[in-house]
């Protein structure tokens, strides 16, 4: 009988970790964005979900701004992680 840690199969979907906290509540503060992932929402369009950290705590973040989104995909891939504030400029959210 085969075990199956024998097949040296490791898990391909690289899950964020830690607890989850609004967008809404992070606004003004000061955090470093470790990766990201776009996908569908559940509701209409696109959502993008942050891994963050704050004080050295990991935290999960959400939002479907499309300001947001639009601007992450302007990252290169080695500008991971980066430090930013997210403010609300004219009803939407800004990477400043």
Do not use: C
């Not at 899950?15 to 929402?41: A, C, Q, R, W, Y």
């Amino acid at each position: 009988m085969n075990n199956f840690k024998d097949f040296g199969i490791k898990a391909k979907s690289e899950t964020f970790v830690g607890d989850k906290k609004k967008m809404s509540k992070l606004l003004n503060t000061e955090i470093i964005v470790l990766k990201h992932k776009i996908g569908p929402s559940k509701y209409e369009g696109l959502r993008l979900d942050l891994q963050i950290k704050i004080n050295d705590v990991l935290m999960i973040t959400w939002t479907s701004s499309e300001y947001l989104i639009q601007m992450i995909k302007d990252i290169p891939d080695d500008g991971f992680p980066f430090k930013t504030v997210i403010k609300e400029i004219n009803e939407h959210y800004e990477f400043t």
